[in-house]
């Protein structure tokens, strides 16, 4: 039930779902004043999540930053890798289709090669409300197999739902084997606030290493400061997403 709520939840507070609510309700509203303030409300607010210099100082304060290789001083034998990188295409199953994060991967396989890690544990089957037939472990495994990855170097999980699952399946398989020192959790800037929080509270604290930023460095060009961008309102809608997710998760005792 925590499941479907909290989707339900994250898809009622968008930023595109107010905007849209306030102009459908501005455009069939009778009252001519309450018509015009919605109207006005709706614009300001768009022009407001639209604007790209805004949403990257905002991201950017949320995001976990980067560590460049050279400072990574241990080894691990476990790098952990969250999914929800690759798409599912009906009818197409001889290749991986990959959503923006793929650095998940690529990143870790960077990892594995430089001998950073030993290992890699894909956690991850698939967050949607409906069923699909391929689980997103299987898909990861199948881009690390083809990135020179051994097949003896990989372990899954592919029954989690969502990332406090992912931290309880993780642990279960690794506790008696090694400990959260060795391990590396990989995810997203975005999404490592949430995920770091889901294994600590746990008792699985682990090293992170983030990647797939969304934020860029602050400059002061001039679409940057004044044109409307989509990816603005996307930047708005991820952080949004993270924060009410870290916020449920807290409330059900999951971080």
């Not at 009778?30 to 109207?39: I, N, T, V």
Request: hydrophobic share 45%.
């Amino acid at each position: 039930m925590f499941f479907i709520l909290s989707k339900i939840l994250v898809y009622a507070i968008m930023p595109m779902t107010l905007l849209c609510g306030l102009f459908v309700w501005s455009a069939f509203t009778k009252k001519q004043p309450r018509k015009s303030r919605l109207f006005y409300v709706a614009l300001a607010l768009l022009l407001f999540f639209s604007n790209d210099f805004i949403a990257n100082e905002m991201i950017s304060q949320w995001e976990i930053p980067f560590t460049p290789y050279s400072q990574i001083k241990k080894k691990y034998i476990y790098a952990v890798v969250l999914t929800g990188v690759t798409k599912h295409e009906p009818g197409f199953h001889d290749r991986v289709f990959f959503n923006r994060g793929a650095d998940r991967v690529t990143h870790t396989v960077q990892l594995y090669k430089l001998g950073i890690i030993k290992k890699i544990l894909v956690s991850g089957g698939s967050g949607r409300l409906t069923s699909i037939d391929r689980k997103e472990a299987d898909e990861v495994e199948e881009a690390l197999l083809l990135m020179g990855v051994k097949s003896e170097d990989i372990l899954k999980e592919g029954l989690s739902r969502n990332t406090h699952e992912s931290a309880v399946a993780v642990k279960k398989m690794l506790q008696g084997h090694t400990t959260p020192a060795d391990c590396l959790l990989v995810t997203s800037g975005y999404h490592m606030r949430r995920a770091a929080a889901c294994f600590e509270n746990e008792g699985w604290p682990v090293d992170t290493f983030t990647v797939d930023f969304l934020s860029h460095p602050r400059n002061f060009y001039f679409d940057t400061l004044l044109l409307p961008k989509t990816e603005a309102i996307g930047n708005w809608q991820m952080m949004i997403r993270e924060l009410a997710g870290l916020i449920s998760y807290k409330l059900a005792g999951y971080a």
